[in-house]
């Protein structure tokens, strides 16, 4: 099992293709294995390159801080770890706001950057939801907070997603998916910073999405200058999975 040793854990990361490398960053409660439909494709011209955040999929589980900046820079030890310059990011959802926090730390090193149904904060688009959660998420069933999660995440609630998503959700601790909800609520605010972001960047949402609303992508568009912004029809939060071939034209279209 490949890993790599990031300050005190172990990052799982699977490895495809060569040429200049693309990066994925899953969602919460999600793993790597949410972009496989994108490798074969991809990997025929770059190196691909998955891994899992901390306490998700195959990476370690410690307990502690998971706020978006400890993502950021588990993110810049494994691609200091697997000897990469520069690279492209495509980054969903809780993954989305760990690339951006890496670019705007290391500007010089992004040589593209994607981000799908993702924010540049929680702290005032979502306060009372995200207050809700990181207070009393611990008081709550996991299995039955897991399940309203991933039932969220789905436009049509299709059973081929939500269960899948369930069984991924369940590899997370509850420890770690209730820090990574405070680490977002409490921590995370770029609004003031997106205006540095200097890589061509590409704008990926969910015309359904009732996490982060199209209204917080078209925020991102207007903050990051010279974005382009694709909204993808009858779509929820996974848009990778809800609609994969839509997603992957989108994305190849914008890294030839």
Not at 3 to 14: A, C, G, Q
Not at 38 to 65: E, F, M, N, W
Not at 108 to 128: E, F, I, M, N, W
Request: proline share 5%.
């Amino acid at each position: 099992m490949p890993t790599v040793k990031v300050r005190d854990i172990s990052l799982y990361y699977e490895q495809y293709g060569k040429g200049e490398p693309i990066v994925f960053s899953h969602g919460m409660l999600d793993d790597c294995s949410v972009w496989k439909a994108q490798i074969d494709i991809l990997a025929q011209k770059h190196t691909v390159i998955l891994y899992d955040h901390r306490g998700h999929g195959k990476s370690d589980k410690p307990r502690g801080d998971y706020s978006i900046q400890t993502l950021a820079d588990d993110l810049n030890g494994l691609i200091l770890g697997l000897n990469l310059d520069k690279v492209t990011l495509v980054g969903h959802s809780l993954g989305g706001m760990t690339v951006v926090t890496f670019t705007l730390d290391h500007p010089d090193r992004v040589s593209k950057l994607v981000l799908v149904s993702t924010a540049a904060s929680t702290l005032v688009q979502l306060p009372l939801v995200g207050t809700i959660i990181a207070g009393l998420g611990s008081l709550v069933p996991y299995g039955m907070f897991a399940r309203r999660m991933q039932s969220r995440k789905a436009h049509r609630r299709p059973e081929e997603v939500i269960n899948p998503g369930l069984e991924r959700a369940t590899q997370v601790p509850d420890y770690v998916a209730h820090a990574c909800i405070r680490g977002m609520v409490r921590n995370y605010d770029v609004r003031r910073r997106l205006s540095q972001i200097q890589a061509p960047t590409l704008i990926v949402a969910g015309e359904r999405d009732r996490g982060i609303s199209v209204r917080m992508s078209q925020s991102l568009h207007r903050d990051i200058k010279g974005s382009r912004l694709e909204v993808i029809p009858n779509c929820g939060h996974v848009v990778m999975i809800e609609k994969p071939v839509e997603f992957k034209n989108i994305l190849t279209g914008f890294l030839v």
